[in-house]
């Protein structure tokens, strides 16, 4: 059989369980953006522009990317996130290779990253044991 048939898949993403959960952290910094509270790993500026699905402006990293900029004007920043119910920290994980291949893409275009400003993110849900990475 050939490896690049695509698995049978389980209620929860045949359901929509991985939409609702993308559409449940996007709506969380839609919030973020009108009660003026602060993007994580960025600076404590005002968010100005959320984009969705950001594949359509040339992201690779684009389940959504938030813009921040300083409330004099000038200096901007990014915040481009990939959301993933489920995935797991392993070697073998499709959509974890799939995730890190999009931000080293990201990463390696000034057009969509500035590393002295923007970060890259993977939002998740609950991870399980087996799927936490711990660093002695």
Not at 53 to 81: H, M, P, W
Request: glycine share 8%.
């Amino acid at each position: 059989m050939n490896d690049d048939v695509t698995q049978l898949s389980n209620p929860f993403s045949t359901g929509g369980g991985g939409t609702h959960f993308e559409n449940q952290v996007q709506s969380a910094f839609v919030i973020l953006m009108l009660t003026g509270g602060a993007v994580p790993c960025l600076r404590p500026w005002p968010i100005k522009k959320i984009k969705l699905q950001g594949k359509y402006e040339g992201y690779n990293t684009d389940d959504f990317i938030v813009c921040v900029e300083e409330r004099a004007g000038g200096q901007k920043a990014r915040f481009l996130s990939q959301i993933k119910y489920s995935v797991a920290v392993t070697e073998n994980d499709t959509a974890f290779r799939q995730v890190i291949q999009a931000a080293w893409n990201d990463f390696q275009n000034p057009e969509c990253f500035n590393p002295r400003t923007d970060v890259i993110t993977l939002i998740t849900g609950p991870l399980t044991d087996s799927q936490c990475v711990v660093i002695d």
